[in-house]
């Protein structure tokens, strides 16, 4: 896709016009409000480091489909896929997991990891670890225990009635099935096999595709950037806002009214509400992360409409520019291909090169555990509608522009692609996200379309739920 018009070199060219004097108050409400910012973003960038990372059970699951769909493997996966004996690499990183973990294991893994010990030649230290977890137990799962731990045999009803009030995958059950049943070769699942064998083919081919698209299309734009030797950019409109609007609406709106008071004034209406409309935790959990989003963008939406003047002309208004969509997809198909390798590379190489910093978002790990559809349905669009417009409003629609004008296009993208990058409180994932940013921030100087940085958001956040439904099955 081409476009008609000036050079990059006209994007933030100079300071313009200069802005009217602003009241003494408002800029030491902004300096106030960055100061809090500061604070606030350097406390949850260190405290990431505690919080819990959803990688390890990524592995599992991983690991776990393998397993299960191993039977169903053709022979030319299973080497790629490390099915050459995947029970046993099941059992290393389960021990690994829960001998490692500062807290006790969730009992299902510690029960699948007792099962795996019995069949690959350790049962003493099985029938300690299954001892254990009947002392924890609640009382109609101490049975199916208590069997286990005997080594006895039992008849399939038997089987399905004590097992039932564990939460079971398709591998626990074969598991127990072949470890409790007096005819182990009923315990074969050829069509779970065969599912998770097409889970394993999404969650591993579907990325890999992705990615090699994505590195033809880069090499073509570069090609193209190249030849050109200049990159021609459309002029980048937005709201006529400086720097101390722009601290207001994101340090003042976004950081403080949004992700400091809206927690604390809305959270026990919120937890209420939930709790009033259904019993399920899960469901609970899901109403309460929708409405929390909601509520946090309320604030800082309300301080940009006081911002926005009502007859502003359309270069300073927010460049949304749907129409035609299929132009706006099309620009926001191809950026999300071409930035996937590069976020693949960078998030590669801090894991070789820092290891495991934990921080994950709390999100991906509701999404990865939760069976109730109507849950997932309130995670799905807070991540793939609600986030990428309020996010994208502020760090491509306003920021970028304000930040353009004042120091040029370069600056603007990069120092937008950190702001947005640290806004999301995790040094783990800081540069993969500050590469997504700065992705993001391109699409929006290439085509001068905010619309295609919201879907192109959308896209990414909705590749990363279906990669994490596909692996919770």
Do not use: Y
């Given at each position: 896709?081409?476009?008609?018009?000036?050079?990059?070199?006209?994007?933030?060219?100079?300071?313009?016009?200069?802005?009217?004097?602003?009241?003494?108050?408002?800029?030491?409400?902004?300096?106030?409000?960055?100061?809090?910012?500061?604070?606030?973003?350097?406390?949850?960038?260190?405290?990431?480091?505690?919080?819990?990372?959803?990688?390890?059970?990524?592995?599992?699951?991983?690991?776990?489909?393998?397993?299960?769909?191993?039977?169903?493997?053709?022979?030319?996966?299973?080497?790629?896929?490390?099915?050459?004996?995947?029970?046993?690499?099941?059992?290393?990183?389960?021990?690994?997991?829960?001998?490692?973990?500062?807290?006790?294991?969730?009992?299902?893994?510690?029960?699948?990891?007792?099962?795996?010990?019995?069949?690959?030649?350790?049962?003493?230290?099985?029938?300690?670890?299954?001892?254990?977890?009947?002392?924890?137990?609640k009382p109609e799962q101490r049975p199916l225990l208590e069997a286990l731990a005997a080594g006895e045999r039992l008849n399939p009803a038997d089987l399905d009635a004590l097992a039932r009030p564990w939460p079971l995958s398709p591998l626990r059950r074969q598991l127990l099935c072949e470890q409790l049943s007096r005819d182990p070769e009923r315990c074969a699942q050829p069509q779970q096999q065969r599912a998770a064998l097409w889970r394993l083919l999404g969650v591993n081919g579907l990325p890999l595709l992705l990615v090699l698209v994505g590195l033809v299309l880069l090499g073509r734009e570069v090609w193209q950037c190249w030849r050109r030797r200049q990159t021609l950019l459309p002029p980048l409109?937005?709201?006529?806002?400086?720097?101390?609007?722009?601290?207001?609406?994101?340090?003042?709106?976004?950081?403080?009214?949004?992700?400091?008071?809206?927690?604390?004034?809305?959270?026990?209406l919120v937890t209420a509400l939930a709790t009033g409309l259904s019993r399920d935790p899960a469901l609970q959990q899901g109403v309460m992360v929708l409405a929390l989003y909601l509520a946090l963008m309320a604030g800082p939406l309300w301080i940009l409409r006081r911002q926005l003047p009502a007859g502003a002309p359309p270069e300073q208004r927010l460049?949304?520019?749907?129409?035609?969509?299929?132009?706006?997809?099309?620009?926001?198909?191809?950026?999300?291909?071409?930035?996937?390798?590069?976020?693949?590379?960078?998030?590669?190489?801090?894991?070789?090169?820092?290891?495991?910093?934990?921080?994950?978002?709390?999100?991906?790990?509701?999404?990865?555990?939760?069976?109730?559809?109507?849950?997932?349905?309130?995670?799905?669009?807070?991540a793939i509608v609600l986030a990428p417009l309020f996010e994208e409003t502020l760090f491509r629609g306003v920021l970028l522009p304000a930040l353009a004008r004042r120091w040029g296009w370069a600056w603007g993208l990069v120092i937008s692609a950190l702001t947005f990058s640290v806004a999301h409180l995790s040094?783990?994932?800081?540069?993969?996200?500050?590469?997504?940013?700065?992705?993001?921030?391109?699409?929006?100087?290439?085509?001068?379309?905010?619309?295609?940085?919201?879907?192109?958001?959308?896209?990414?956040n909705g590749l990363t739920f279906v990669n994490l439904v596909l692996l919770a099955g």
């Open positions: 896709m081409s476009t008609n018009a000036p050079s990059g070199q006209e994007q933030g060219a100079g300071p313009g016009p200069a802005a009217p004097a602003r009241p003494a108050w408002k800029r030491w409400l902004a300096l106030l409000s960055l100061l809090l910012t500061g604070l606030l973003w350097f406390n949850g960038l260190v405290d990431s480091f505690d919080r819990p990372t959803v990688g390890n059970a990524l592995q599992l699951r991983q690991l776990e489909l393998v397993a299960l769909a191993a039977p169903a493997l053709p022979a030319a996966l299973q080497e790629p896929l490390g099915a050459e004996q995947p029970r046993q690499a099941l059992r290393n990183e389960l021990e690994r997991q829960v001998n490692g973990a500062a807290e006790p294991a969730a009992a299902e893994w510690q029960l699948q990891l007792a099962l795996l010990e019995q069949q690959l030649g350790d049962p003493a230290v099985a029938g300690h670890r299954l001892s254990v977890l009947a002392g924890q137990a409109a937005g709201p006529a806002l400086d720097l101390i609007d722009v601290t207001l609406l994101i340090a003042g709106g976004f950081v403080v009214v949004g992700e400091l008071l809206t927690p604390l004034l809305a959270g026990p460049q949304w520019q749907w129409r035609p969509l299929a132009s706006t997809a099309g620009w926001a198909l191809s950026r999300v291909l071409m930035v996937l390798p590069a976020v693949a590379l960078v998030g590669w190489l801090v894991e070789r090169l820092v290891g495991d910093g934990g921080g994950s978002n709390p999100l991906l790990e509701l999404v990865l555990t939760t069976r109730n559809p109507l849950a997932l349905g309130c995670f799905a669009f807070t040094l783990a994932e800081l540069p993969a996200l500050a590469v997504l940013g700065l992705g993001l921030g391109w699409l929006r100087l290439r085509s001068g379309r905010l619309g295609s940085c919201v879907l192109m958001h959308g896209l990414w």
